[in-house]
């Protein structure tokens, strides 16, 4: 799939891969992503990939240039990790999973059976530093709170329509909390994260 490539703003331009959001596509998108960071162009500044969507900040004046270098990149998916992570989830902290329960129309048990026999794929991060947002839930999660919490804490899991987050610090949160894990995502001193967009997760109760 060749993208089509936009300026985007002054300094950036934006590769679209369309609409659809899949797994095929958002690796896609990370093959791109990472035979750019490979290659270590001095005009880049930083790269910042999505769902299907790759954005490209640069120097001023090198639109023309990174262009025509990203059409010349391969697709290589097959060099991307895709591990995969099992998550401890103590759903005794659902302050939502109650909601949940009632409308996707399951009992608690078959809740919480769901979403431990299936392990999910990480499309990217969220607004904090190494917060996995994953897909694709074969349930419709409620609306997003109508008023977020001013907190919640760190490893949270959310659910909101088809997906779901992990907060990967205590922070303010709107999406519908099922339960929360004492795994560690990000590490501000070695800056490293636990799962990387192409990953895996699969969840595992413990209480």
């Known amino acids: 799939m060749i993208p089509i490539i936009q300026q985007y703003g002054d300094t950036g331009l934006i ?4 609409d659809q959001v899949s797994i095929e596509i958002n690796q896609t998108v990370l093959s791109y992503c990472e035979n750019l960071k490979k290659k270590n162009l001095p005009e880049i500044k930083y790269i910042v990939p999505s769902y299907n969507k790759l954005v490209v900040c640069y120097n001023s004046n090198s639109f023309e240039k990174i262009k025509n270098y990203i059409l010349k990149l391969k697709n290589n998916t097959t060099e991307l990790s895709n591990k995969t992570v099992t998550i401890p989830v103590d759903f005794t902290q659902g302050l939502d999973i109650e909601k949940i329960c009632s409308y996707s129309k399951l009992t608690l048990p078959q809740f919480i059976k769901k979403i431990c026999d299936r392990k999910f794929y990480i499309y990217g991060f969220g607004f904090l530093p190494g917060m996995p947002k994953f897909g694709d839930l074969d349930f419709d999660a409620p609306r997003r709170l109508d008023t977020p919490r001013k907190s919640v804490p760190r490893g949270s899991i959310g659910l909101t329509g088809r997906y779901g987050n992990i907060y990967s610090q205590k922070c303010s949160a709107g999406w519908n909390i099922v339960g929360v894990t004492d795994q560690k995502f990000f ?8 799962v990387n967009p192409g990953d895996f997760i699969r969840f595992e109760k413990i209480k």
């Not at 590769?15 to 369309?18: A, E, T």
Request: glycine residues 8%; charged residues 25%.
């Open 15 to 18: 590769c679209d891969f369309g």
């Open 187 to 194: 590490d501000a001193y070695s800056c490293k994260t636990y």
